[in-house]
Structure formats: structure tokens, C-alpha cells
């Protein structure tokens, strides 16, 4: 049996991850900040619920070793917590979008790196954006061009640079990066733009259940390479 740690899995693209991941047999832990939220989530999927907060060190331990109390190991993290931090762009939302964008990932990612080891196949797998592309925003072609969120970019390009830094560091644990697609969920409804998050969950999907042999320090979306 896979055993799988999804953070901010209580909805969005992580609930829907969640979803598939169990029917294709994983034990899925959903990693939630808020504990009312997340055993609602468990509950409804027949999922586990473990409290997780990505921006806070001791809920990431105790949440790790929760993991590795009840199976021993984990096979595949999937950094999935994000926010947007879209309403003002001065020193505290800077901190606090880095904090769980791209810290969140150092945090769970070392903390999970024991439990990994201890798989026959780790896989982490970092929800990123191409709005952290350095080639998508400068490209006046692409949508990413024309959409001004300079704290949630910046941190999107720090957890990109996370993987491929994961991954070097890490031969034998699988550490990628992907765009999902735009989606219709909580954090894009000002926008009122995305598809169902079963969609993109698709994408996550495909990168979680990835085999021994596959690829490491990759940043894709559904259409293949993104360029950085
Ligand atoms: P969402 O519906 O807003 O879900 C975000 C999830 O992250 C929620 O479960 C939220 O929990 C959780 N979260 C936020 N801060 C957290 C923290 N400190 N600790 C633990 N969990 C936390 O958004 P989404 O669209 O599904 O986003 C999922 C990922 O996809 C994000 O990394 C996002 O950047 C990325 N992404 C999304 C799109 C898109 O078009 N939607 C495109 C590219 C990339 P609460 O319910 O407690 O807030």
C-alpha cells in the first residue's frame, strides 16, 4: 500500500489529488491547517486527517511523526499549500506568501526526508505555477505575461528552484515541480477563471505515481516541459 501526505488537502487541487489517490489504493494522509476542516475532508473521502500547518515547525513534526507512528514510512509528498497573498504587496504578505509557498516546502520536505528514505519509491511531488517561470512571465504570448502578482511569482519560482534543488541533492527520492492548469477554486475565484480541480488533480496524479525509473527535477505541465 502507498502511503501519501497531501498538505492543504481539505479542498481545492489537494482534495481532489486526494481523491483520485485513493481510488487508485494509496493511503492518503490529508494534511489541513484547520481541524475541522480537514475531518470533514477525511471523512467525506475515507481518507485520513493529520493537522498540518506548512508555516508552523512543531505542527510540522508532530505531523510527520504521526505519519511514521502509524505506518513507518512515507512513499509520496505532495507539497500542495498555497496561498495567493494577492491583497497588498508590503513586508508582512510577503513574509507571510514566502512562508508557505516556498518555506512550507523546506519544512515538510526535510521533515518527511526520514520517512522517505525508508520507501522503496519516494516521490515528492511540489505544486508550483508557471507564474513562477521565468520564461512564462517575460513571454508576451503567454497569460502569465499579463498577470501582476509579484509576492505569489516570486515564492512560485522559489518552490520550482526547491525541486531542482531537492532533486540534486536527493538521488534517490523523485522531487518535481508542476503547473496544474488554471483552475476554478478558492484561491482563483476573484477571477472567476479555471476548470474543475478533478482536472488538474489529474496532473498532480500523474506526477505521484510516477515509477522507480522516473524523471527528477522536472517542472512540467499537462503539455510537457514548461521552461523555467
Ligand atoms: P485552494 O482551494 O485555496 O487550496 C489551498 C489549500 O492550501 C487549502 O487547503 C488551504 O487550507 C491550504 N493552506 C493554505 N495555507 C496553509 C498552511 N499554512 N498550512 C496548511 N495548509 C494551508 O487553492 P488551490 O487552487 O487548490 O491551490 C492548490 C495549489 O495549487 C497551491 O499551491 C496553488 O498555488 C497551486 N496552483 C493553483 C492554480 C489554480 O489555478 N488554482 C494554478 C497554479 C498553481 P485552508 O482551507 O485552511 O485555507
Known amino acids: 500500500m502507498t502511503v501519501t501526505l497531501i498538505t492543504g488537502a481539505n479542498k481545492g487541487i489537494g482534495f481532489e489529488t486526494a481523491r483520485q489517490l485513493l481510488e487508485l489504493g494509496h493511503t492518503v494522509y490529508i494534511g489541513a491547517r484547520d481541524a475541522e476542516r480537514g475531518e470533514k475532508a477525511a471523512a467525506e473521502l475515507g481518507a485520513r486527517f493529520v493537522p498540518l500547518d506548512v508555516t508552523d515547525d512543531a505542527s510540522v513534526t508532530a505531523a510527520l511523526a504521526a505519519v511514521d507512528a502509524a505506518e513507518g514510512r512515507l512513499d509520496v509528498l505532495v507539497n500542495n499549500a498555497g496561498i495567493l497573498g494577492a491583497e497588498a ?13 516556498a518555506v512550507g516546502i523546506v519544512r515538510v520536505t526535510e521533515a518527511a526526508l526520514p520517512l522517505l528514505r525508508r520507501s522503496a519509491n519516494p516521490t515528492v511531488v511540489n ?9 512564462a512571465v517575460t513571454n508576451p504570448d503567454r497569460p502569465e505575461f499579463g498577470l501582476p502578482l509579484p509576492l505569489y511569482a516570486a515564492s512560485k519560482a522559489a518552490a520550482t528552484m526547491l525541486t531542482v534543488q531537492y532533486a540534486k541533492a536527493h538521488p534517490g527520492i523523485k522531487v518535481n515541480a508542476l503547473e496544474p492548469g488554471t483552475t476554478a477554486t478558492d484561491m482563483t475565484a476573484a ?20 515509477g522507480p525509473d522516473g524523471p527528477t527535477g522536472t517542472l512540467t505541465d499537462e503539455f510537457g516541459t514548461l521552461r523555467w
Do not use: I, K, M
Not at 89 to 101: I, S
Not at 127 to 135: D, E, R
Open 127 to 135: 505544486v508550483s505555477s508557471s507564474l513562477g517561470s521565468f520564461w
Open 89 to 101: 504587496v508590503d513586508g508582512p504578505t510577503a513574509l507571510r506568501v514566502f512562508d508557505t509557498n
Open 191 to 210: 477571477f472567476g477563471v479555471g476548470r474543475p480541480a478533478a482536472e488538474s488533480a489529474r496532473n498532480v496524479v500523474r506526477l505521484a505515481t510516477l
